[in-house]
């Protein structure tokens, strides 16, 4: 299996940038698909971003395109979520996850590994 560890969160002003990573740990990084979630508080936790096995594809919630970049990178086992434009309404606790799907999966039910969760406030 592969452990992951979110990082990066924090408070930052409606408008600013944050930048999460998520180290992987355990089996080879490359093998999984990965993804980005969110959940706000008292929402259901909602897919953001997955990105393939390679990094060659990727797909985003309609919403957050052009604000989100997913993005990976295998030699370090390590993915990322570059978050620009921040919006009040993106406050939430960002989790990571890995699928053995090998393509981009978007739903909870297609990951089979979670991290802990990084909070991300905006403040307005």
């Known amino acids: 299996q592969v452990h992951l560890v979110e990082s990066g969160g924090g408070l930052v002003q409606a408008g600013g940038s944050l930048r999460l990573s998520c180290a992987g740990s355990g089996r080879t990084f490359s093998n999984y698909a990965m993804g980005w979630f969110r959940q706000a508080p008292g929402k259901e936790r909602e897919f953001v971003a997955g990105i393939s096995w390679s990094g060659g594809t990727t797909y985003y919630l309609d919403s957050l395109k052009g604000r989100f970049t997913i993005s990976r990178d295998n030699a370090l086992s390590t993915m990322y979520l570059q978050m620009h434009s921040l919006k009040p309404e993106d406050t939430a606790v960002y989790y990571c996850?890995?699928?053995?799907?090998?393509?981009?999966?978007?739903?909870?039910?297609?990951?089979?590994?979670w991290g802990q969760g990084t909070q991300v406030t905006v403040s307005s």
């Open positions: 996850a890995a699928s053995e799907h090998t393509i981009v999966v978007t739903t909870m039910l297609e990951y089979d590994y």
